[in-house]
Nanobody
Framework: QVQLVESGGGLGQPGGSLRLSCAASGSIFSIGVMGWYRQVPGKQRELVAA???????QYADAVKGRFTISRENAKNTVILQINSLKPEDTTVYYCNADVADYQDIDGVFHFNTSQYWGQGTQVTVSS
């Protein structure tokens, strides 16, 4: 019913910048918190940054001052601007969203709230 599609990962140089984007589409009634997570192989997925529908942001200590999360509510999109890239930023980044979605069943709308994940986008920092 709802898909999150990420884009913008790739190769960046130390000290450089990358911009990740995630667009939600489908049977969306509203979106609450949107966020970005990353997962290093062998470790748990960790929150990098999150933003609520009113624009309140939260960042992991490791990325404060370097990462900026923003969203375009009209486009159901969340963006992660990554500056001052470090080699330790190398991993897969996942978009996440709390979505109130709906189904039209025989003319009756049914609403549900679920967490959705994107497929992940690789960020590699190397010179």
């Amino acid at each position: 019913q709802v898909q999150l599609v990420e884009s913008g990962g790739g190769l960046g140089q130390p000290g450089g910048s990358l911009r990740l984007s995630c667009a939600a589409s489908g049977s969306i009634f509203s979106i609450g918190v949107m966020g970005w997570y990353r997962q290093v192989p062998g470790k748990q997925r960790e929150l990098v940054a999150a933003i609520s529908s009113d624009g309140t942001t939260q960042y992991a200590d490791a990325v404060k001052g370097r990462f900026t999360i923003s969203r375009e509510n009209a486009k159901n999109t969340v963006i992660l601007q990554i500056n001052s890239l470090k080699p330790e930023d190398t991993t897969v980044y996942y978009c996440n969203a709390d979505v109130a979605d709906y189904q039209d069943i025989d003319g009756v709308f049914h609403f549900n709230t679920s967490q959705y994940w994107g497929q992940g986008t690789q960020v590699t920092v190397s010179s």
